[in-house]
């Protein structure tokens, strides 16, 4: 806008003073282009996720009907999320393991909230490439380590969910949540 | 383009020279809509409202798009795929709100550029290819609309597609075939919502395919002007940009400002109730309007109320219909006079003033319930329309003495500073 | 050549219109159009102001809980309000914690399914869901209303003409039909004897056929106690549930008036700016 080509055109401008007009074409462009950034934003947070879609970003679980040994497999945000419950043998399983020793080292108490060891609550998603690991479901295999299995590549995981064998790379994702009550857990 | 005397396009940067070389889009743009396309001086401020026309293109596409992305076309879940983008969207009130209105603000737009070229003659020798494909344009557009209003799947959207297609069920032998094939079922369903949307995606981009011929076509002779005379030379002309480009700029705010005054403060004003109560195929709403725009031939089509020998009314209403869009195919040879603008036409501009009041009446009959007195006046506007067309614009042009015209656009220029 | 046929064209146009608009004329004169009891007896809503017209205008949120309130003690029994999610009622003013108790405690359960057996059920409700319909479905809703469907009252207030001072004006227009005069001093049944109200309709002059289905459903001052004080005459809760279906058919208006604010005075400056840029670049172009 601001180069005027002044020899072109008809009625030539009056040579001084030219230049600090341009001033207000420069103004105008600059609001202009402020004004086309600001409406860029809706245009691109209009494809973050909706308010019905944050509304169930957090869910309640009742853990009242899952018996000791049992898991279960519901929905959190649209991906498998485990719930189970551990037995005391599950858990001394998990305890035992020298956890310095594994890939992504971590004990079970770090992945389950104090006085609820028996409650360990993970993602059902691989790390790996993202499958769904067996193991949850009623006579689904459980793998090497007694945990879960990922039929895709082939990882292992023990009964804290920990990577024991196989390409995953990472523990099955322990998600925030937290007891609204003694058997109601609220996930997210 | 035509012009000898248009700038040339000359890279400065070496970054520019190599992408010239390579692929000369910026001199395609400079000599489209650039520094390049020498314009005539005297343009006024109902010149700006063809840029405006590709403004509102624009905004409609970009919604459009973002839209789509949210919206199911499915008749069990399009109503409420409509609401949840009212209400859960992130800023989907605003982008729903800004396509319906931009769909207003589109024909309003147009139709102010269609009676500016049909004031100042634009439809003339050597235009008329110009004129041609904006009446391809203008009848997409309205196809465009029709399809995309639908959508939303409320009562006007579903009884406005049920009436419509009945147009084509007054084609004799072959209409119920073709009503039946268009809606892919014997009422709106999903298939017909489902192609609607379909269309309803396609048709813009096939109208800025068409709109860039239209420019095209614009650029061999260049630019009307408001006496109508040829440009002579260059001092007859300045570069579109900047001189054209700033004008625009400041139309466009004008136009932005009214546009968006109408989206956050009356957003529902140019919508209709009904279309807010979910499509019902078991009731139908008391007066079934369509848009605004579509009004005036709304008014025609019910203008026809007798049969006429063997021609039911419902077939001569579809005629007569279609025909006042296709009649303007035919403007630029029904009208011979060769003095292009209005301002030079004694009589041809009191005609047209009242073709413009014509109009505004059918527009009102249009949008008004079908009962007396709004059938007899629009009976005598599309009387009236018809007539202005097909036999009095022949005759004026014959017989009208037009007023003495300037030697160039330059002289007319000087002259009328020289009065103020 | 096209001269000639446009002129034939146009020729048998304008006959064909002008045939058609004397013989309109003729039996228009002849047999003038038979006047309806809606036409001469319809009255347009009465003037509501709420606190969100006008350009600037906010909810006026305590309405809003009246209103709600309203809705859910007495509309609510029969309409639905299916676009609206129990989550969307923290925009009223009420907590997090409210809008669950809301949710959980609402007279109609959310559809469900057994989960041991796989019956249909319905389970009690939380703030993701939306507010569940009265009725498992349209036959159940008219088998329940005499044949008449309540519609959803989500849009209604965009749905009507006039919006929330057409729902004010229906709920408190309920009148006696024997001796409703309208405003030139007819009176209805003497005009139009054969246009008494059916059984089991009610007379409601601002309804579009006068006679609605739904009995006057705030019968009494006092049918419901709000907790902010308010005397709860009819007049006020006809109000209130007005001002709240205002508010269900547009949730983002302040939104929408707030950004509009920001917008325009942008754009009164941005066009201000290129004014004086188009003159500036004009400036000593005669044109």
Not at chain 2, 209 to 227: E, F, K, Q, Y
Not at chain 3, 94 to 105: L, N, R, T
Not at chain 3, 201 to 227: C, E, K, R, S
Request: with cysteine; hydrophobic share 45%; proline share 7%.
């Amino acid at each position: 806008m601001a180069t005027l080509e002044h020899s072109e055109t008809p009625g030539e401008v009056a040579g001084d003073g030219v230049r600090r007009r341009d001033f207000i074409n420069i103004a105008a462009v600059s609001f202009a282009g402020v004004g086309a950034a600001t409406v860029l934003l809706p245009l691109i947070n209009q494809m973050n996720p909706s308010a019905d879609v944050l509304a169930l970003a957090s869910i309640e679980v009742d853990l009242a009907a899952i018996k000791e040994g049992q898991a279960i497999k519901t929905i959190f945000r649209k991906q498998p999320l485990f719930v189970r419950h551990l037995t005391a043998a599950e858990i001394a399983a998990a305890d035992k393991v020298d956890a310095a020793s594994l890939r992504d080292p971590q004990t079970l108490e770090q992945r389950t909230l104090a006085g609820k060891k028996q409650w360990l609550i993970t993602m059902g998603v691989c790390t790996h490439l993202g499958c769904v690991p067996l193991g949850a479901g009623e006579g689904e295999v459980k793998g090497e380590f007694g945990g879960y299995f990922c039929p895709c590549h082939g990882s292992h995981y023990d009964t804290a969910a920990r990577i024991r064998k196989g390409p995953a790379p990472k523990n099955l994702e322990v998600p925030v949540y937290k007891f609204a009550s003694d058997t109601v857990v609220q996930v997210g | 383009m035509s012009f000898p005397w248009a700038n040339h396009y000359a890279p400065k940067h070496p970054l520019m020279r190599w992408l010239d070389e390579k692929l000369p889009l910026p001199r395609l743009v400079y000599n489209a809509v650039g520094a390049g396309y020498p314009v005539p001086r005297n343009l006024n401020y109902f010149w700006n409202f063809g840029v405006l026309s590709g403004a509102a293109l624009g905004i409609q596409l970009i919604t459009g798009i973002i839209l789509a992305m949210h919206y199911a076309a499915n008749g069990l879940v399009a109503f409420d795929s409509v609401e949840h983008i009212m209400r859960d969207v992130n800023s989907g009130w605003m982008l729903r709100y800004a396509h319906a209105n931009g769909a207003s603000f589109f024909f309003i737009v147009v139709y102010l550029h269609i009676f500016r070229g049909l004031y100042y003659g634009s439809y003339k020798a050597p235009r008329e290819m110009v004129w041609l494909l904006g009446l391809v344009i203008f009848l997409l557009m309205m196809a465009t609309a029709f399809m995309g209003y639908v959508l939303p799947w409320g009562q006007m959207s579903f009884w406005g597609a049920k009436v419509i297609t009945g147009l084509f069920g007054a084609i004799p032998v072959v209409g119920g075939p073709i009503q039946t094939w268009l809606l892919g079922g014997f009422a709106p369903d999903n298939a017909a919502l489902n192609r609607f949307f379909s269309l309803h995606y396609l048709l813009p981009f096939v109208i800025a395919a068409v709109i860039i011929l239209h420019i095209w076509a614009l650029h061999i002779p260049g630019s009307n002007n408001p006496t109508g005379v040829d440009v002579k030379g260059p001092q007859d002309t300045v570069p579109f940009h900047p001189y054209y480009t700033a004008k625009d700029g400041f139309g466009l705010g004008v136009f932005l400002l009214l546009y968006c005054g109408m989206l956050f403060f009356a957003p529902n004003y140019m919508g209709h109730p009904d279309n807010y109560i979910a499509a019902n195929p078991l009731s139908t709403p008391a007066h079934i309007v369509p848009e605004w725009y579509f009004w005036p031939f709304y008014a025609i089509l019910r203008a026809f109320t007798f049969d006429i020998w063997f021609i039911p009314a419902k077939l001569l209403g579809v005629i007569a219909m279609f025909a006042s869009i296709l009649l303007l195919f035919f403007l630029p040879w029904l009208d011979k006079s060769p003095v292009r603008s209005g301002n030079y036409r004694p009589a041809f501009k009191k005609f047209f003033v009242l073709l413009v009041i014509d109009v505004l009446i059918l527009g009102y009959c249009g949008g008004a319930p079908a009962e007396e007195p709004y059938v007899m006046i629009s009976q005598l506007a599309a009387a009236y329309y018809f007539a202005h067309f097909l036999i009095i614009l022949p005759i004026v042009s014959k017989l009208e003495k037009p007023l003495p015209l300037p030697n160039s656009i330059t002289e007319a220029v000087l002259a009328k500073s020289g009065q103020a | 050549m096209v001269r000639l046929i446009a002129f034939l064209a146009g020729l048998g146009f304008v006959g064909i219109l002008l045939y058609s608009l004397i013989m309109g004329a003729v039996s228009f004169v002849s047999e003038p159009p038979a006047k309806t009891v809606e036409h001469e007896f319809h009255l347009h809503p009465k003037e509501l102001h709420l606190a969100s017209d006008g350009p600037l205008g906010k909810f006026d949120r305590q309405q809003l809980q009246r209103g709600f309130q309203v809705y859910k003690e007495v509309c609510a029994a029969c309409h639905s309000l299916h676009q609206v999610a129990f989550r969307d009622f923290k925009d009223l003013g009420f907590s997090e914690a409210e809008v669950k108790a809301i949710a959980k405690g609402w007279a109609t359960e959310t559809p469900s399914v057994n989960p041991e057996t796989g019956e249909p059920a319905t389970r009690k409700s939380t703030p993701a869901d939306k507010i569940p319909s009265p009725y498992a479905n349209e036959v159940a809703a008219r088998a329940a209303n005499n044949n008449a469907l309540p519609p959803d009252l989500s849009l209604m207030s965009k749905a009507r003409h006039d919006g929330g001072a057409y729902i004010y004006s229906l709920l408190t227009g309920y009148t006696d039909q024997a001796g409703f005069k309208n405003h030139a001093g007819q009176e209805l049944l003497k005009e139009f004897p054969d246009a008494k109200t059916p059984d089991g309709l009610h007379f409601n002059p601002y309804f579009a056929n006068l006679n609605i289905a739904m009995p006057p459903p705030l019968a009494a001052d006092g049918q419901v106690t709000y907790a902010d004080g308010t005397v709860a005459t009819k007049d006020q809760m006809a109000k209130d549930v007005s001002a709240f279906l205002v508010w269900s058919a547009e949730p983002k208006l302040e939104a929408r008036h707030q950004t509009g604010v920001a917008v325009m005075i942008f754009l009164l400056i941005a066009t201000v700016l290129a004014w004086f840029s188009y003159r500036n670049i004009w400036a000593g172009i005669k044109h």
